[in-house]
């Protein structure tokens, strides 16, 4: 990336940069969002509503909003079994939780809590939700996650998962949005809403033990006997994220060797190394946040981490480290089209118009059909639910895929099953995941990969935006053909929000970022550094050309 790197990048984070969180939580409380403001409205982006209580984009008014135009939104549609509902570390996750239950009970909502308050992966949330389903035409249930992802820990996060257990598309978000925009118009008037107290005690409140029912049943998509059998010596770092509690039992239940290297958790994380911006983020896939993990490489055969909402997975290997994303999510579509024979001729390999061209590559030499869509996990959730999508990814390390049988397992990001994959593989391959992934770019080619910031206007964002192929002037691009440019995806027609241009040996992709002032380019060459390149900086000029 062509960002500015902070001087204290992979350094421990400092006592001046952590969040003061009382003063957090009292903003959360006391703060009330102005709707005529744009920035302190109700927006979904790609993960729902995110921001922070410091800059009254994430506030009590703002949850006790969205979850009654989420309850309003259920009754509109008929949805009438249980809401599964899941928060994770970050420290606004709790009154969040607090408030929607509050909401949520006062509306009548049958509520399934976790047992013992202990924290929720989103997975988890997603696999109950299948789980209650299956087999179901009515009564069904949906779900709500409380996470901003990895971002800072004076952030919050709120999302919907609707009955297909996957995040909501944008008809359902943009209703919501809609809805709960006009309830903070109108000084939360119409809002239900009872105390918290008594919503813990009320009639549609129930525990739900997401821990163990969802380890319970990793066994039908991991095999965890060949894991156990080569004696894999694993190490996890929970990053002080939702899964923390989940990996000492994973161990003990199916008796792997796997080491937990810190459960502590901390709502300043102030155990974290401090991210490329000087910004502390429980990013698994970043080299600067996961400096504690890196320095461990060497105990262990494999290891692993996930972010805050253990939705996403960072593998760390002996031979290379870090991987890349793109590299380890290349080596496990590879590595599971081969081994899981009950997924059936038609499933297919999902990925984002962004992720790595070296998976086109894999999934033709597998045979297999490849559907391609924009950024967003929300694409892949309706063919993880009906099989026809083995697998699905995104290039920010966000993967789910089918149970070992073919059927649904989760349909939104799991971060703790692409990360004990890893292990399976390193067990029957006898290689661990960075050896595979030199292997296999040894067979079908090697891609140099990169993405620049530039700045942009409202204006400009809003015209690469709408970007059509057509406007962008020239046939060649950093010396060959352009074969192909795309304003909507191949695999589902939808707008990718941009443009994407495609040569024999390379590619380039931009788009405009949905929270910040940058359109963000990302180019990929299977040449070398310098085709690579001469991508970035000709595309650079093609999109201020075209947004000019």
């Not at 590879?334 to 001729?345: E, I, K, N, S, T």
Request: aromatic fraction near 8%.
């Amino acid at each position: 990336m062509s960002q500015k790197i902070s001087p204290l990048a992979g350094k421990p984070a400092p006592k001046s940069i952590l969040v003061d969180v009382p003063q957090l939580l009292a903003a959360y409380a006391d703060l009330k969002p102005d709707p005529a403001v744009p920035a302190q409205r109700v927006a979904f982006g790609t993960s729902g509503h995110r921001g922070s209580s410091f800059e009254r984009s994430f506030n009590e008014a703002h949850i006790l909003a969205i979850s009654q135009a989420i309850c309003e939104y259920r009754k509109g549609k008929g949805i009438d079994g249980p809401l599964f509902i899941g928060a994770d570390t970050h420290a606004l996750s709790q009154p969040a939780f607090e408030n929607a239950l509050e909401v949520l009970a006062a509306n009548g909502v049958q509520a399934m809590i976790s047992s013992g308050g202990e924290y929720t992966p989103t997975p988890a949330v997603s696999h109950a939700i299948l789980v209650y389903n299956k087999g179901r035409t009515s009564g069904l249930a949906d779900g709500i996650v409380i996470t901003p992802s990895h971002n800072p820990p004076d952030n919050g996060g709120f999302k919907y998962n609707p009955t297909n257990g996957g995040p909501a598309d944008s008809d359902i978000t943009k209703w919501v949005e809609n809805r709960a925009n006009a309830l903070l118009e109108g000084g939360l008037k119409d809002v239900r809403r009872m105390p918290y107290a008594q919503a813990r005690k009320a009639a549609g409140t129930h525990e739900h033990d997401y821990l163990n029912s969802y380890i319970a049943d990793l066994a039908n998509i991991v095999d965890f006997d060949v894991i156990r059998g080569a004696g894999v010596h694993m190490g996890v770092d929970p990053l002080g994220g939702a899964g923390v509690h989940y990996w000492a039992p994973i161990a003990e239940r199916y008796k792997l060797d796997l080491t937990v290297v810190s459960e502590a958790v901390d709502p300043q994380f102030a155990f974290m190394s401090v991210d490329w911006d000087g910004k502390i983020r429980m990013d698994p896939s970043s080299k600067y946040a996961m400096q504690r993990l890196i320095g461990l490489k060497d105990r262990y055969d494999v290891a692993f981490a996930c972010d805050t909402d253990h939705d996403r997975h960072g593998i760390v290997t002996r031979s290379s480290g870090l991987m890349e994303p793109n590299h380890y999510l290349s080596v496990l579509i590879d590595y599971l089209f081969r081994h899981r024979p009950q997924w059936g001729a038609h499933a297919a390999v999902g990925k984002t118009v962004v992720s790595t061209a070296l998976i086109d590559r894999v999934a033709k030499r597998l045979q297999r059909k490849l559907y391609e869509v924009p950024v967003g996990f929300k694409w892949f959730a309706p063919g993880l639910f009906d099989g026809s999508l083995g697998f699905g990814c995104e290039e920010s390390a966000g993967a789910s895929l089918l149970r070992r049988d073919g059927s649904a397992w989760a349909t939104d990001k799991d971060g703790l099953v692409p990360a004990l994959l890893s292990a399976e593989i390193t067990a029957r391959e006898g290689k661990d995941p960075g050896e595979l992934y030199a292997q296999l770019t040894n067979e079908l080619g090697k891609p140099f990969a990169s993405r620049v910031d530039a700045a942009a206007t409202p204006a400009q964002k809003a015209k690469l935006a709408k970007l059509s192929p057509d406007q962008l002037k020239g046939d060649r691009l950093a010396g060959e053909t352009i074969e192909q440019v795309l304003d909507k995806a191949p695999g589902n027609g939808a707008a990718i929000g941009g443009i994407k241009a495609i040569t024999a040996s390379g590619w380039f992709a931009a788009r405009p970022s949905g929270t910040e002032a940058i359109y963000k380019v990302y180019a990929e060459s299977f040449k070398d550094e310098q085709h690579l390149q001469n991508l970035l900086d000709e595309a650079q000029k093609i999109v201020d050309a075209a947004i000019a």
